[in-house]
């Protein structure tokens, strides 16, 4: 049974997102990615060589946040330092492309845009090469940031922090920024970073994960006890006003000063994944308050999305249609599985970089059978992930004829959604394979014996990036036209 804050929670209006404005204040990051193959090892060095294939390049630190605050159909503003050339130019383009107003980005002459570079090959991760500077902001940069503070925060409803300690987010611009929020009566929540909290001292809402919390307070935190012992020192130590420790597969517990501490448990169906989940709590409960609910409502909504997050793998944001599905329909389960091939990319790229081995099936599934379920179980122990591809019903009717399909697109996927073996699925038009297969770049692309590998759609495709195709032998000799045919004639 839910609570009230659950309850509660789960009666917003998505769509007052759009109406939120939210400042970013953090550390910004360029994530690069090269992919590769390797099939050799340097005559130079005993080190393998990698023969480039593709770069890619997205937002990091507190871009993630930005990330998920625009996916949920928020505006956002962005406060905080680049450097310039190239790599600044990249990160820049990245914020234009969502539409974020940066005009509180401020770019350094002598200051390298912080840049983390993942070598890939194979799907593993080789090498990480990191460009960054843990050095304090300058004076002038400090001084031009609180005058844009000043001009942005009018018009923001909500200010996250998100600390990633490169040398932004420090005492003094905290205590500043602290000061003009309290002055302008607008809340401000801070993702904190480091073993010293108190330059927190100030802020509205402090979100540690477990791990920080017990290292910043100096307990270690084993059970509830030690986790409502470690809040009530921070709370000693810090002088911010409500912390809220995020626990993972755990859930997230709720500290104010003088009262009971309040426990959200997670709802995910399963825990894959908790990277990320951090930034989603964040960015849900400042846009829960900013739309007008009661920081404990916020947290329940900030937790349904969590909840969702950690079930996926290897993935760092929630979608605006995700999070409106779970709330219409009460509970983070199979409506989390469908996605569309824009989502399915990003999920999948995310995966890739997390060294998660995804294997992709396509079908029409027009009638669920046996051999269906084989196919799927089977495939899903090729890898770590399983994402089905289904036939909208116009491509079932062009493969299978008229009458078809029997049973439409949607409850297809209902019912493929609540097998275990099934992580993902998208609806798709035959003609659309080639996209599907390029959005995933599965390791393993499957289908039953029943077909030839050289005729398998997609094939030269995923053989292209180093991906395979597998036959699952079919053991049945049962076929959903079959089933429909008997059905017919009785």
């Known amino acids: 049974m839910r609570?009230?804050?659950?309850?509660?929670?789960?009666?917003?209006?998505?769509?007052?997102?759009?109406?939120?404005?939210?400042?970013?204040?953090?550390?910004?990051?360029?994530?690069?990615?090269?992919?590769?193959?390797?099939?050799?090892?340097?005559?130079?060095?005993p080190v393998q060589v990698v023969s480039v294939n593709s770069e890619q390049y997205t937002l990091g630190g507190c871009g993630n946040v930005v990330n998920n605050l625009v996916a949920l159909g928020a505006a956002v503003s962005v406060l905080g330092v680049a450097g310039t050339g190239r790599n600044a130019r990249l990160m820049l383009?990245?914020?234009?492309?969502?539409?974020?107003?940066?005009?509180?980005?401020?770019?350094?002459?002598?200051?390298?845009?912080?840049?983390?570079?993942?070598?890939?090959?194979?799907?593993?991760?080789?090498?990480?090469?990191?460009?960054?500077t843990k050095k304090e902001i300058s004076g002038q940069t400090f001084e031009t940031l609180i005058n844009l503070a000043e001009q942005i925060i009018d018009e923001t409803d909500i200010i996250l922090?998100?600390?990633?300690?490169?040398?932004?987010?420090?005492?003094?611009?905290?205590?500043?920024?602290?000061?003009?929020?309290?002055?302008?009566?607008?809340?401000?929540?801070?993702?904190?970073?480091?073993?010293?909290?108190?330059?927190?001292?100030?802020?509205?809402?402090?979100?540690?994960?477990r791990r920080e919390a017990a290292l910043a307070a100096g307990i270690e935190i084993s059970d509830q006890k030690s986790l409502t012992a470690a809040g009530n020192r921070?709370?000693?130590?810090?002088?911010?006003?409500?912390i809220l420790i995020t626990c993972g597969k755990d859930g997230m517990v709720f500290f104010e000063p003088g009262k009971k501490p309040v426990h959200f448990s997670t709802r995910a169906r399963e825990v894959y994944d908790v990277s990320g989940a951090g930034d989603t709590v964040v960015s849900v409960l400042g846009l829960g308050i900013a739309a007008?609910?009661?920081?404990?409502?916020?947290?329940?909504?900030?937790?349904?999305?969590?909840?969702?997050?950690?079930?996926?793998?290897?993935?760092?944001?929630?979608?605006?249609?995700?999070?409106?599905?779970?709330?219409?329909?009460?509970e983070e389960d199979v409506f989390s599985k469908q996605k569309t091939i824009d989502e399915l990319a990003q999920l999948c790229r995310r995966m890739h970089q997390d060294h998660k081995r995804i294997v992709l099936t396509n079908g029409c599934f027009?009638?669920?059978?046996?051999?269906?379920?084989?196919?799927?179980?089977?495939?899903?122990?090729?890898?770590?992930?399983?994402?089905?591809?289904?036939?909208?019903?116009?491509?079932?009717?062009?493969?299978?004829g008229a009458?078809?399909?029997?049973?439409?697109?949607?409850?297809?996927?209902?019912?493929?959604?609540?097998?275990?073996?099934?992580?993902?699925?998208?609806?798709?038009?035959?003609?659309?394979?080639?996209k599907i297969i390029e959005a995933v770049r599965p390791d393993v692309l499957t289908k039953g014996s029943n077909y030839d590998t050289a005729k398998v759609?997609?094939?030269?495709?995923?053989?292209?990036?180093?991906?395979?195709?597998?036959?699952?032998?079919?053991?049945?000799?049962?076929?959903?036209?079959q089933i429909i045919k008997t059905i017919r004639k009785a």
Request: charged share 25%.
């Open 161 to 209: 922090l998100s600390d990633y300690g490169k040398g932004l987010i420090t005492r003094p611009l905290v205590t500043r920024l602290a000061a003009l929020a309290q002055a302008r009566n607008k809340i401000i929540i801070a993702d904190p970073k480091g073993l010293d909290f108190t330059k927190y001292a100030g802020i509205s809402l402090l979100t540690p994960n």
């Open 234 to 242: 921070l709370f000693e130590k810090t002088g911010v006003q409500k």
């Open 3 to 45: 609570s009230s804050n659950e309850r509660n929670a789960m009666n917003i209006d998505i769509s007052k997102f759009e109406h939120c404005r939210l400042l970013v204040v953090g550390d910004l990051m360029l994530d690069e990615y090269v992919w590769g193959n390797v099939d050799r090892i340097s005559p130079e060095a």
């Open 93 to 132: 383009d990245k914020l234009d492309e969502l539409g974020v107003d940066r005009r509180g980005i401020i770019q350094e002459q002598q200051r390298p845009t912080t840049k983390k570079t993942r070598i890939i090959a194979e799907h593993q991760q080789v090498l990480r090469i990191d460009r960054e």
């Open 366 to 400: 027009d009638l669920l059978h046996v051999g269906h379920i084989q196919l799927l179980a089977s495939s899903k122990q090729l890898g770590d992930v399983l994402i089905v591809a289904v036939d909208n019903d116009e491509s079932v009717k062009s493969l299978k």
């Open 457 to 481: 759609l997609g094939r030269k495709i995923v053989e292209q990036y180093g991906g395979r195709v597998e036959l699952i032998p079919v053991t049945e000799a049962i076929s959903s036209s």
């Open 403 to 434: 009458g078809r399909p029997v049973i439409g697109a949607t409850q297809r996927v209902r019912i493929l959604s609540a097998l275990d073996s099934v992580d993902y699925v998208v609806v798709f038009a035959t003609r659309d394979l080639d």
């Open 292 to 330: 007008g609910l009661s920081f404990k409502h916020a947290i329940s909504l900030a937790n349904i999305a969590a909840g969702i997050v950690v079930g996926k793998v290897g993935t760092a944001t929630v979608s605006r249609s995700e999070l409106s599905r779970t709330l219409k329909s009460g």
